[in-house]
Every structure is written in structure tokens, then in C-alpha cells.
């Protein structure tokens, strides 16, 4: 073995010594391809043995700017020389404040956090403040970060009827369960008349415009608009993911429907840890510190949330995110990707759906249509994630789940060429018995 291998080797056994499953979450490789990053660059990643991957999880979709953009590191070089975190207003944090409530349609306060996470669990909590009801309704499938209501009915066993809850994790109350409620995505008939039959004890319903991978069917989000406004429900949209990815102003701007509480997260930060929430005034001022003691007062603190640094990064990101061509770019490499691996499975002859919209592709070994989570759950999950494994040992990084691949600014037709070479080669070696 060389001495680079050992390295590896080395580094691999650290990792599964110390973390759970050898990782920080969710990956779930197996032991030998456990890996451990060294560097980052564009939409590559170089191992501690020197190996390159192409990077098609581009930090789980953070990195949209791609990893080391000269522009986000020299802003934040720039700033940890001048002090990394002071838990207060700081000149980056207004300015990026302002910007987001410039974009945002949705928001006229917004506070910072640490995560999306954060975020999408402080617009819950407002409004249940807001209206002074309990209940939140998600739809099946959606990932919300891993607050309670956001690991609910993720990843569903058992397909209970609507709108019974099924927790995707351990550690969850049974009084959570009892005050969550879930719809099947794109069922516009089935959503409205939940809400409409919970109206009396629904504070908001929280959707991923785009959920994962599924494009909404056209009218799905409108309506969802007009029966949370008909029977005075918050509409909240988890952003995190399609924030600054589909348009400047994200998903709201991309399908045209505003709702009253956005989360943030991910591509905000240009690669740096982020949460923003915001909404209309009057919902938002719940959380001001001298309404302490008052019925709808909200505590909201974060000691991390809109530190210089995050907000130097994601200026610096929302500047390059406003240069012209940005979004023609990221959806026409979108297309490129997904019209490429179509092209391949009609080639391998294998049955399956290619779904995603601007710089986001996932393959679902399926016959039918995809468009909620259960139409994705009959799909052949095994042979996807075969799959994925098979793009992760041609030197694909990704994660192995297989629920989506992010592009990035960095990556190009010719990255994404390379990819369509590896995907199938790696279709032909699993046809074949070889992986």
C-alpha cells in the first residue's frame, strides 16, 4: 500500500471512530467509501489522498457560488481582520438586511440565525403567535431542517391516510405528532379541504415551493395562497433551498405567489453558515425584546445569527447572484444536465424519471410519473442508490440517498459531460452485474 493510500486509510478510520456512520449526517456510505475532504475549489474536491471529485452536492447546495469564490473569500478575509462574531447588528448584517427586504416581496422585518433549520422553526413558532393556534401543516416528504415538524413524515414507512403524522426519527413527542398535520404535495383537492377542515386550529401550512426535486403542478401554489388567505392561515415558504437558486428572489419571484413567512438558508451564504427569516411587520415585531411579558411575544435569539462574517460571504454572494446572465446560466445548465441523463437512460433503455428544476436534476427509477413522494416511493430505490454508490466510486461526489444533485455557477457543460461519461459507465457496470 503507498504511503498516500495509508493516508487515507488513516483518515478513514478516524473519521468512523469519531463520527456516527463516519460522517456529520446522512451521507450513510459505506465503511470503504468513507471520505475525508480536503480542499475545495469551483465544483471540485480533493481528498486527503490527493483524489478529485466532481462535486454534485456543492456542500448540499450551499456552495451555489461554487467552493472558494475568489470574490466571498476576500470579503471574508477582509472581515476576520476586523472581528468575527459580536452578537449584534454589525454593518454587513444591516446591509444584507436591507438588500433581502429590497428582493423580498415577503418581508418587511427579517432577523438572521445559524441555520435553515433555525430559520423554518422561528416562522412555525411565530405563527402559532400570530394566530393563536397550535396545528402546522407540511407536506408528505418535504424536509423542513431537523426541527421536529421538519423530520416529520420525511421519510414515511408506513403511507398513513391524510393527514396523520408519522415521525422519520426517533426522540420526536407523541404531542408534536398531535399537532402536526400532512397533505400529499401537488394534491390541491386534498390540501385545501384539510385546511379548510382545520381551519379552526391550523396556524400556518409550510411548503418547499419546489419540494426536493418536484416541480409544483401548475395552480398547486396558488391555491395553497388562496385557501390560507380565505381561512386566515400563514403561508410559510421554506426558501432554503430555492433561495437565490431559481431567481434573485427565489421562489417567490420564479412562480409568482408571495407568501406571509420566508425561511433562508444554504446559497445565502455563499458557502458560510446562515439562517434568515422575515415577514410582514406586524408579525414579525412579535419578536421585539420590549414586548416581553406580552400573550403573543416571541423569544428569538441567536448568538451566531448575522455574525459579520456569514453576512460578508452572502453580500458578497448576492453580488455575484445580480450579475447578468447569473440565472440564464444556472437553468440552462439545468436543463443541459437533465436532457443529458435523459438522453443516457434512453440509451441504457432503462426506465426512469429525470426531475428537477433550474440547477437541480434527480434520477427516480420509475415507469410513471413522479410528482409527490409517494409516486417516488415506488420507484426501485435499491437500484438508485446502487446508482449513486457507483457515481461516488467514479470519483461523483454526491450524496448516496440520491434525493438530489445541486450544479453550481463553477460547473460548466463540460464538468457536466464528464458527469453524463461517469452515469453511464456506472449505469452499464450495475447492468452488468460489475458494482
Known amino acids: ?47 486527503t489522498s490527493g483524489a478529485t471529485f ?55 422585518r427579517v432577523r438572521f440565525c445559524a441555520s435553515g433549520t433555525e430559520a423554518t422553526m422561528y416562522c412555525q413558532r411565530l405563527a402559532r403567535a400570530a394566530t393563536g393556534r397550535s396545528k402546522i401543516l407540511k407536506f408528505e416528504g418535504a424536509y423542513h431542517g431537523s426541527n421536529e415538524v421538519g423530520v416529520t413524515s420525511l421519510f414515511p414507512q408506513r403511507l398513513l391516510d391524510f393527514p396523520e403524522p408519522e415521525p422519520s426519527s426517533a426522540g420526536i413527542p407523541p404531542a408534536v405528532m398531535a399537532e402536526t398535520l400532512v397533505a400529499p404535495y401537488n394534491d390541491t383537492a386534498t390540501a385545501t379541504r384539510i385546511i379548510a377542515e382545520h381551519a379552526a386550529e391550523l396556524a400556518a401550512v409550510i411548503v418547499e415551493p419546489l419540494q426536493r426535486c418536484t416541480p ?54 455563499g458557502g458560510y453558515p446562515i439562517g434568515a427569516f422575515g415577514g410582514r411587520a406586524d408579525i414579525m415585531d412579535r419578536v421585539r425584546e420590549d414586548r ?100 461516488f466510486r467514479r470519483k461523483i461526489f454526491l450524496n448516496p440517498m440520491g434525493t438530489k444533485l445541486y450544479l453550481s455557477l463553477a460547473h460548466t457543460d463540460g464538468v457536466c459531460d464528464m458527469f453524463l461519461e461517469r452515469f453511464s459507465d456506472a449505469l452499464q457496470a450495475l447492468k452488468l452485474g460489475r458494482e
Request: with cysteine; charged share 20%; proline share 4%.
Open 54 to 108: 466532481l462535486d454534485f452536492s456543492i456542500g448540499w447546495g450551499s456552495a451555489l457560488v461554487g467552493h472558494a469564490r475568489p470574490e466571498v473569500t476576500e470579503a471574508v478575509i477582509r472581515q476576520a481582520e476586523l472581528g468575527a462574531n459580536f452578537a449584534y447588528v454589525n454593518e454587513n448584517s444591516l446591509a444584507l438586511a436591507e438588500e433581502i427586504c429590497r428582493l423580498s416581496a415577503a418581508c418587511e
Open 292 to 391: 416581553l411579558g406580552e400573550p403573543s411575544y416571541v423569544w428569538v435569539a441567536s448568538t451566531l445569527g448575522g455574525n459579520p462574517i456569514s453576512t460578508a460571504a452572502a453580500r458578497a454572494a448576492l453580488d455575484v447572484f445580480r450579475q447578468p446572465g447569473c440565472y440564464r446560466h444556472l437553468h440552462d445548465l439545468g436543463k443541459y444536465l437533465r436532457d443529458g441523463m435523459r438522453g443516457v437512460l434512453e440509451e441504457h433503455q432503462e426506465q426512469a424519471q429525470i426531475i428537477g428544476d433550474g440547477p437541480l436534476a434527480q434520477v427516480v427509477f420509475s415507469a410513471e410519473p413522479v410528482n409527490d413522494y409517494r409516486s417516488t416511493a415506488r420507484a426501485d430505490r435499491a437500484k438508485g442508490r446502487a446508482l449513486m454508490l457507483a457515481l
Open 216 to 269: 409544483p403542478e401548475e395552480g398547486f401554489l396558488e391555491s395553497l395562497r388562496s385557501a390560507c388567505t380565505e381561512h386566515d392561515v400563514l403561508l410559510i415558504f421554506d426558501e432554503v433551498v430555492t433561495g437565490f437558486r431559481l431567481a434573485y428572489a427565489g421562489a417567490q419571484e420564479y412562480y409568482g405567489v408571495i407568501p406571509d413567512l420566508i425561511a433562508y438558508g444554504k446559497a445565502l451564504g
Open 1 to 47: 500500500m503507498s504511503v498516500i493510500e495509508t493516508d487515507m486509510a488513516e483518515a478513514r478510520q478516524r473519521s468512523l471512530r469519531v463520527f456516527p456512520g463516519g460522517s456529520n449526517g446522512e451521507f450513510n456510505l459505506p465503511p470503504e467509501l468513507c471520505t475525508v475532504i480536503s480542499r475545495g475549489k469551483g465544483c471540485e474536491l480533493v481528498d
